[in-house]
């Protein structure tokens, strides 16, 4: 079945207007149904068409989102928890019409526990200023996914990025949830201990449900130590198999890497002219090591050694942060550098996982696809986990490039999953991925959808995605 | 409400006796209804009373398990998975008879993928079985409970133990699973790759369901490379609350210490006596440290220093492996000490967990209701985590001996409650903690049972444990 049709639904014309009338009584200003505010609360950071929802509703406390969620279960009417939008399966759009709920303003660092190295903080706060704000604590939050999410969005698509390899993905650092669900009560998950085993685990449920099972209006998140040396550097490799050869034996030896990323000779060539960098058009391995001075010396030092083995080097690594910085600056503005390629282009930015004796073959059939068809797709990936994305460079006015995309992703996704792998290691499955997830999954599925049923039997919230029921 | 009546449950006899009558028909000599079977398969290790399954099928294969769920799910008669009968909470007592699963002949080791730092198994392999097996890959498997459990018991009770401060429980190391679930279906939660954002996350809300939802027949696992070296010792301290802060001291400080375990004095009294250990008879807490020879050598001695500094030490270290397994026998032992304390009494053991910030005064507060009502019961915690272990010695034949230890578990989960904690960190709800999880999640545990309605409507699957319906 075509995109096009997996995400088209029937709307509630009434239902719809009614709430709208309601919600404007309760809420006045902070309900916006403007054109703009609307288009902009639906899905741009992708192809897939925008789908506007009928107003946006900016809430300020749990107690608003339970009314809201409220009226709308009352007529039926469907409700798009909304962070900062830069989900990339088109998370937020509204396929049905209905309220987004805009959690930006829920903003609020609640407490910071720095015993128990862990925090409390509303929904709408970003990964970047819960950073600043724990500066002075010596702690921090590791998991980064490139663009300043919202903590509840990178919680709701179950979002990781560079430092997973270490530190593990949202799923493993949300302590406990407060979440309205479908009936407009507020559900909290679980306490302030690290560890439980008490019933089943609706916070891991929850997180990376997408907004589809209910709506996080508090989050306890997990923080680690900030680190007494950070060491990193760029390593080039001759070939993709030599670099996730060399990344599978740093693994095996336990080498604690905080970050390892592979970068392809096109994306390489992209940040090159992007970032001003000084480094060979080849694949190369960009890394950070945590840890003790003589720590993070003697972690280099093996990775080093272990480069040589596989074809590699020289690695050069560096404890100054000012090199560092401009490196990992890099890494993240791959997007802009894809970009700039070939300007007035849209990339589109798509996510596989795959066990990582995989990950060599895969990342070439992949090349090989890219070349065969004549994208322009470069590739990075958080190749610890398995990880990698692709950035195809489409004209999205051109539907023989809408049709060029879509049948390489569909490509990209069955060869993942032949490969016992995953259509999205980190991006969600949103609208963009639901072609996929049967094939991956499925009878789980048909366990998925009767959860859905059971916690959310109108179907009110963010309908349309992961699955159709 | 006492235990007694949580765990009440009606009998379908006419089901029961023609379900028995197709299975044996199926099974013939792998269903077993002697008496000595049933008690042995019911539970043991607890005050709690032994409730007998009316049969017991020794199972070989998925198939198998769906063959008897579908029979029990047209005659509506309870199944119980059995892997071990190592489970601590009555997890595998059948309160309204039924038929008991014994999965310890699926023992397979499927494969082994070193590559990728996992292997699948079936849940009948055990612990020691699995980590044998591994002995000569260079990996092993980190989660240790002290039973030596059946992999597919301690998934289901989201098990952990010692090494969970540095590898996580249950949780966080199966990738993957196999589940019959009520209708007969058998479900894989996921695929093999590290991480993935595809759906509901099934294999975590599987993990630590006990039974309730489905029976597990087989598990992806995450490995971990054994390290280069591994040191460890003991260090008393002066007081519980020095060990403790001495605790969160290490972990602030990012110290990726692998074991960390408080023994107070009474325990270590008896672990001394016991292990004829050459130690004071005062708080300690014993570690373990892994990495590269340089590494464990720093940790060691930064460990050290902070001990010092909360009045503690010395604190003796050695890489010796002779002197370490020494150590950690004694600390595994630590429940027949226990029991040697008071010969002919039974040792209970019972666990709650809480923000380590909270430990010393829980643990305080706990040692002077303790001694307040008359009870030898020594403790010893995975203060990593903020979990720790009471293990009172009673007189089970004694109804006021039951009556005093009731009232005090209910003291000691209301006191890890009301610090913001939880009443088990491992070995889960059963039927002993049932009384409890409502007070520790509230509106949380209406989810639960909404799941479980949806995915189990007959509750056939271990029916009567975690929650009532």
């Known amino acids: 079945m075509a995109l096009a049709d997996l995400v088209r639904m029937d709307r509630n014309e009434s239902g719809i207007a009614t709430a709208i009338d309601i919600l404007k009584q309760r809420f006045g200003e902070r309900l916006a149904t403007g054109q703009a505010i609307r288009e902009q609360h639906a899905h741009t ?6 789908q506007m929802p009928d107003a946006v509703v900016f809430v300020r406390s749990t107690q608003d989102v339970q009314d809201i969620v409220r009226v709308c279960a009352d007529h039926r009417v469907p409700v798009i928890p909304f962070g900062t939008g830069t989900s990339l399966e088109g998370q937020v759009n509204a396929p049905a019409g209905g309220i987004s709920v805009d959690l930006s303003g829920m903003d609020r660092i609640v407490e910071v526990n720095a015993e128990d190295l862990d925090c409390t903080i509303e929904p709408g706060v970003t990964r970047e200023a819960l950073n600043t704000h724990l500066r002075d604590t010596g702690l921090f939050f590791p998991i980064d996914p490139g663009a300043n999410a919202s903590l509840g969005g990178m919680a709701s698509t179950r979002a990781s990025g560079t430092n997973a390899v270490r530190y593990g993905t949202m799923r493993d650092n949300v302590l406990s949830l407060t979440a309205v669900m479908a009936n407009g009560q507020a559900v909290t998950t679980a306490r302030r201990a690290r560890k439980s085993s ?3 685990d609706l916070t891991r449920l929850i997180v990376g449900s997408e907004g589809t099972l209910g709506i996080i209006t508090s989050l306890t998140l997990r923080l680690q130590g900030i680190p007494q040396a950070i060491a990193g550097g760029v390593c080039p490799f001759p070939s993709v198999e030599a670099a996730c050869n060399a ?3 740093t693994i095996q030896m336990g080498i604690p890497v905080a970050r390892i990323e592979l970068v392809n000779a096109l994306q390489m060539k992209a940040l090159i002219a992007y970032s001003k960098l000084d480094y060979p058009e080849s694949p190369c391995l960009f890394l950070e090591f945590h840890g003790t001075d003589a720590g993070v010396a003697e972690q280099s030092e093996l990775f080093a050694g272990i480069a040589d083995e596989f074809g590699g080097g020289p690695f ?4 100054e942060t000012e090199e560092r910085t401009r490196l990992w600056k890099a890494r993240h503005d791959a997007y802009h550098a894809v970009k700039a390629l070939r300007p007035g282009y849209q990339a589109v930015a798509t996510d596989v996982c795959v066990p990582i004796s995989r990950l060599a073959e895969c990342i070439v059939e992949t090349e090989r696809d890219i ?3 004549g994208l322009i797709a470069p590739i990075v990936g958080h190749v610890g986990d398995g990880n990698f994305h692709v950035s195809p460079l ?3 006015s051109d ?9 390489f992703i569909a490509r990209l996704n069955a060869r993942a999953i032949a490969m016992d792998g995953t259509c999205t290691g980190e991006h969600g499955i949103g609208q963009g991925k639901m072609g996929f997830i049967e094939k991956e999954l499925g009878a789980g599925v048909d366990v998925m959808r009767s959860i859905k049923r059971a916690l959310d039997p109108l179907n009110i919230m963010n309908p349309g995605k992961i699955f159709n029921l």
């Open 45 to 50: 950071t992708t192809y897939l068409p925008n």
């Open 198 to 200: 008490a019933g089943y």
């Open 247 to 249: 990344v599978i034996a």
């Open 316 to 319: 050069l690594w560096t404890r």
């Open 371 to 373: 070349a065969e068809v």
């Open 394 to 396: 489409i004209d999205a």
């Open 399 to 407: 539907p023989r490039d809408i049709e060029r995309l879509e049948s």
